[in-house]
DNA sequence: CCGTATCCCCTAGGATACTG
DNA sequence: CAGTATCCTAGGGGATACGG
């Protein structure tokens, strides 16, 4: 109990969390590995996109493949609901850019 | 710092916060008074319902007027800034019903 | 009726260090 | 390269109580 209160959850527990947004948005221009998004996203630290990550995959918004390359390589895609959240997160940059 | 970072602020800080979006919500379906809001949302304390209230008159997203009647009269309505917010919330709840 | 003040606990998340 | 483990503290938010 707390934090599991009927409707608290789902999308919004993680879309609430720092640095979410930024990741999915960084994501929907194109899949990346695990430090390409560490290095592009300034001041997130490994351990956070580590929890952030799963939470979004446990959400069905990020997929994570690994290819079997020497070295295996993490690749880590918006899912198809995740291309969708990440529209409307960009309507309400538009929204708050537009209101400034 | 910390909590100042580049970009992380604005709507999503209260975006973000547990109860904002039930409170955007009903305010959507019509303008209300504090106890009104207060009972329409269940497990939502007072104290936090002020504080969520501060933060959305901050962005600028809902609005407080006071009515001079006897007795005086509050009441919370979205702002235009809100309702736009409010649609595109109810789109993500869209999203999560489609999705589940 | 309309809130705000206070206390207190609990978790998010940053720093750092370490593993396969 | 791809993470996880640990530790620590700042603040969210619930309970309660009180003022206008």
Redesign the pocket.
């Known amino acids: 109990m707390?934090?599991t209160?009927a409707e608290w959850g789902g999308i919004w527990e993680v879309l609430?969390?720092?640095?979410t947004f930024h990741i999915l948005r960084f994501l929907s221009t194109r899949p990346a590995?695990?430090?390409?998004i560490k290095n592009a996203i300034e001041?997130?630290?490994?351990?956070?996109?580590?929890?952030?990550?799963?939470s979004l995959r446990e959400e069905n918004l990020v997929s994570?493949s690994v290819a079997d390359s020497t070295?295996?390589?993490?690749?880590?895609a918006l899912t198809e609901k995740g291309e969708e959240l990440a529209e409307i997160i960009a309507r309400i940059e538009e929204l708050e850019r537009r209101y400034e």
Chains 1, 2 share one sequence.
Do not use: E, I
């Not at 590995?33 to 390409?36: D, E, L, R, V």
């Not at 070295?71 to 880590?76: A, I, K, Q």
């Open positions: 707390g934090t209160d609430g969390c720092k640095w590995q695990f430090n390409q001041g997130l630290p490994a351990s956070t996109l580590s929890t952030r990550l799963k994570r070295p295996p390589t993490v690749t880590y």
